[in-house]
């Protein structure tokens, strides 16, 4: 057993939704530090001696995250999965200082996100790298899905990329459910400029599969059920 250190706090029990509000603020402020030291990370062209004296002092403020560290397959308290919140996703999570982070609101037929990549996020120079158009179309479409009733994992998805996408401009990504099969859900998504909303810059066409609530029970052990 280790033993807590004098200015440890305990782990936090998030039994009020005041209490889960306050935690996601914290967060959601650590997570947008992070971000702006990323992408400061990956654009600065500092000295060699600067970068070590930086790197000691991350180190330093890393040892200051104490106290217990979620498992692997945990949910974390201030997340709703799968359909809600997600405060550490790659791709939505405000506490994540890899997301862009992409703000997703309900359409008449869909789900409509934005965001705006930064340098961190490039692939060719100026551009984002292919992998964070697939990561936010997967994403977009995967919440389509569990907003439409039928919350599933990807069995498929197909991205055809039309056009280069530029860092550092407003994007818009959409997603919708087409077909419902049985288990299986069709989505379309597509990811265009802010600016140019006809001009389609990546497309996409995934597969999602409902999982029955034994398998949903053996892959996420954490997931919170009604009841």
């Known amino acids: 057993m280790t033993e807590r250190t004098a200015t440890e706090a305990p782990p936090i029990a998030l039994t009020t939704a005041e209490e889960r509000e306050l935690q996601k603020a914290a967060v959601t402020r650590l997570g ?14 500092a000295t060699p001696d600067t970068l070590h004296r930086v790197a ?3 180190r330093h403020l890393t040892g200051r995250l104490t ?17 809600g919140a997600r405060m550490y996703s790659p791709v939505v999570g405000p506490g994540s200082p890899l997301a ?58 197909e991205v055809r990329y039309r056009r280069p996408v530029p860092l550092e401009t407003p994007l818009r990504i959409t997603a919708r459910v087409t077909v419902t099969d049985h288990r299986k859900v ?5 990811i265009t400029t802010e600016t140019d909303p006809a001009t389609e810059l990546a497309t996409g066409q995934g597969v999602f599969v409902a ?3 034994e398998r949903a029970r053996a892959l996420f052990p954490g997931l919170r059920t009604e009841g």
């Open 100 to 157: 862009p982070p992409v703000v997703v609101t309900p359409t008449e037929d869909g789900l409509l996100g934005r965001c705006t990549l930064g340098i961190a996020h490039e692939g060719p120079p100026g551009y984002g790298h292919g992998g964070m158009s697939a990561m936010l179309l997967d994403e977009l479409m995967g919440r389509a899905c569990a907003v439409a009733g039928t919350p599933g994992l990807t069995v498929s998805l």
């Open 56 to 58: 000691d002092g991350v």
């Open 211 to 213: 999982l029955d609530p």
């Open 32 to 45: 947008q530090e992070l971000r702006s030291l990323v992408e400061a990370t990956v654009r600065t062209a």
């Open 186 to 190: 069709h989505v379309t998504g597509s």
């Open 67 to 83: 106290g217990r560290r979620r498992a692997r397959a945990e949910i974390p308290e201030v997340d709703e999965f799968p359909a």
